[in-house]
């Protein structure tokens, strides 16, 4: 079915040596035809599963599509995963083939289905890259871009890659040497790929969170008498990810303290849809805090925040130095290959992040981590100035630029 619609090298010897881990994808079903013209520019996105590899991939095509109106843009993901709603609500059109996903642990019978599972997928994706006829494959990670670019690299279609993680997936490591050119969101990760085909211009960041919002009226938007306090400090909590609870009941256990001890400091919290309902039961009602499932605009609540309070994904990192806001970050122990870890301490090295382990969360330290960055103006206007100066806002224009230029299409701008 088609559906419609300045950096530098950085080290940190807290990072332990991470092994080689494998990690590839499992599979739902193949797509046969597509509604997108069979001349011209045409170019397929293949990443899913979850945020980070998707909206990457959305806000490229978001460049392409501004630089060559014409151009054709087909997205391949899973059924399964949030690109099957996320790309046709962005305008483009959505084709989906089997998932491949290695199971954990490596022995586990699951396995055993893996290589007929990755042929069925890669023979889904060859027939879409035949019927589209793309001049180039753009892999943003995922389970489904491994056996998409395999396809590509089959069928003669050029591909690159774009990996957000400070450690790159499995994957993307594999399919690189097969790549026209990598880009990468980190100069760090620059080791772990042929150095001639390696571009560095940081994540693509939507283009909703680089615009101007006054802090003014995006506190309003969630404490309409915010106005009426002096001297407002804003946390901002991201407990949305689907491993966050340790965050939000480490928020549960000290929301009320805080706002007890600072009469001028207000929350908003973001739980996640599967931590809501606990929540919400849970947590008394207080006028200074706003208590969401999810929060939909995005670059309100970077706005009105002046700490922000996350996991580590590659995707956060990047938006939290492009709004340049200082961090408490918590890495996830179950990403994969302990990607978060590497974010994390990256984003200590570069901009001063505040990390705490899983094993050191609890209402007690991230109080403490708090007090310590919301009470010293000096520290977070030395955090936000470190986030904006390694910020690069422009990623997806320079990335989407490079791409043209591999195809020798000229830009209409």
Same mark, same amino acid.
């Given at each position: 079915?088609?559906?419609?619609?300045?950096?530098?090298?950085?080290?940190?010897?807290?990072?332990?040596?991470?092994?080689?881990?494998?990690?590839?994808?499992? %599979?739902?079903?193949?797509?046969?035809?597509?509604?997108?013209?069979?001349?011209?520019?045409?170019?397929?996105?293949? @990443?899913? @599963?979850?945020?980070?590899?998707?909206?990457?991939?959305?806000? %490229?095509?978001?460049?392409?599509?501004?630089?060559?109106?014409?151009?054709?843009?087909?997205?391949?993901?899973?059924?399964?995963?949030?690109?099957?709603?996320?790309?046709?609500?962005?305008?483009?059109?959505?084709?989906?083939?089997?998932?491949?996903?290695?199971?954990?642990?490596?022995?586990?019978?699951?396995?055993?289905?893996?290589?007929?599972?990755?042929?069925?997928?890669?023979?889904?994706?060859?027939?879409?890259?035949?019927?589209?006829?793309?001049?180039?494959?753009?892999?943003?990670? @995922?389970?489904?871009?491994?056996?998409?670019?395999?396809?590509?690299?089959?069928?003669?279609?050029?591909?690159? %890659?774009?990996?957000?993680?400070?450690?790159?997936?499995?994957?993307?490591?594999?399919?690189?040497?097969?790549?026209?050119?990598?880009?990468?969101?980190?100069?760090?990760?620059?080791?772990?790929?042929?150095?001639?085909?390696?571009?560095?211009? @940081?994540?693509?960041?939507?283009?909703?969170?680089?615009?101007?919002?006054?802090?003014?009226?995006?506190?309003?938007?969630?404490?309409?008498?915010?106005?009426?306090?002096?001297?407002?400090?804003?946390?901002?909590?991201?407990?949305?990810?689907?491993?966050?609870?340790?965050?939000?009941?480490?928020?549960?256990?000290?929301?009320?303290?805080?706002?007890?001890?600072?009469?001028?400091?207000?929350?908003?919290?973001?739980?996640?849809?599967?931590?809501?309902?606990?929540?919400?039961?849970?947590?008394?009602?207080?006028?200074?805090?706003?208590?969401?499932?999810?929060?939909?605009?995005?670059?309100?609540?970077?706005?009105?925040?002046?700490?922000?309070?996350?996991?580590?994904?590659?995707?956060?990192?990047?938006?939290?130095?492009?709004?340049?806001?200082?961090?408490?970050?918590?890495?996830?122990?179950?990403?994969?290959?302990?990607?978060?870890?590497?974010?994390?301490?990256?984003?200590?090295?570069?901009?001063?992040?505040?990390?705490?382990?899983?094993?050191?969360?609890?209402?007690?330290?991230?109080?403490?981590?708090?007090?310590?960055?919301?009470?010293?103006?000096?520290?977070?206007?030395?955090?936000?100035?470190?986030?904006?100066?390694?910020?690069?806002?422009?990623?997806?224009?320079? %990335?989407?630029?490079?791409?043209?230029?591999?195809?020798?299409?000229?830009?209409?701008?």
């Amino acid at each position: 079915m088609v559906t419609s619609s300045a950096t530098a090298t950085f080290t940190s010897s807290k990072l332990p040596n991470y092994p080689f881990l494998p990690r590839p994808p499992r %599979i739902t079903r193949h797509v046969s035809s597509c509604l997108l013209p069979p001349s011209g520019l045409r170019l397929l996105f293949a @990443g899913g @599963g979850n945020g980070r590899h998707v909206y990457p991939a959305i806000a %490229i095509a978001d460049e392409i599509r501004s630089s060559v109106p014409s151009a054709g843009i087909l997205f391949v993901g899973t059924d399964a995963g949030m690109e099957s709603s996320a790309v046709p609500k962005a305008g483009y059109d959505f084709a989906s083939v089997p998932p491949t996903r290695l199971a954990r642990p490596v022995l586990s019978p699951e396995n055993l289905l893996l290589p007929f599972a990755l042929v069925r997928s890669v023979l889904a994706s060859w027939r879409i890259i035949r019927e589209f006829r793309p001049q180039v494959v753009v892999g943003t990670g @995922g389970h489904v871009a491994a056996p998409v670019c395999v396809a590509a690299v089959l069928a003669g279609v050029k591909i690159v %890659i774009q990996e957000q993680n400070a450690y790159p997936g499995l994957s993307n490591r594999i399919m690189a040497r097969y790549a026209a050119k990598v880009f990468l969101a980190f100069n760090a990760c620059v080791k772990f790929f042929p150095k001639e085909k390696c571009a560095v211009y @940081g994540n693509p960041v939507r283009l909703s969170l680089r615009r101007y919002v006054s802090k003014a009226v995006a506190r309003s938007h969630f404490f309409p008498r915010a106005m009426k306090v002096v001297d407002v400090k804003v946390l901002l909590v991201l407990g949305g990810a689907t491993d966050a609870q340790a965050i939000n009941m480490a928020v549960r256990n000290m929301y009320y303290d805080v706002l007890s001890e600072h009469k001028n400091w207000f929350i908003i919290w973001q739980t996640g849809l599967d931590g809501y309902n606990e929540m919400e039961s849970l947590v008394k009602n207080h006028r200074r805090l706003h208590l969401t499932p999810f929060l939909h605009a995005m670059d309100l609540a970077y706005a009105a925040a002046d700490i922000v309070i996350s996991r580590a994904g590659a995707m956060t990192c990047t938006e939290i130095l492009t709004t340049g806001k200082p961090s408490i970050l918590i890495p996830s122990t179950k990403a994969t290959e302990d990607h978060q870890t590497f974010n994390a301490y990256i984003m200590e090295d570069i901009a001063g992040s505040k990390v705490i382990t899983e094993e050191e969360l609890d209402a007690c330290s991230l109080h403490i981590a708090i007090n310590e960055v919301l009470g010293n103006e000096d520290l977070m206007a030395d955090m936000s100035e470190k986030m904006l100066r390694f910020a690069r806002p422009n990623a997806a224009a320079d %990335i989407a630029q490079n791409i043209l230029s591999i195809v020798e299409v000229p830009s209409s701008k």
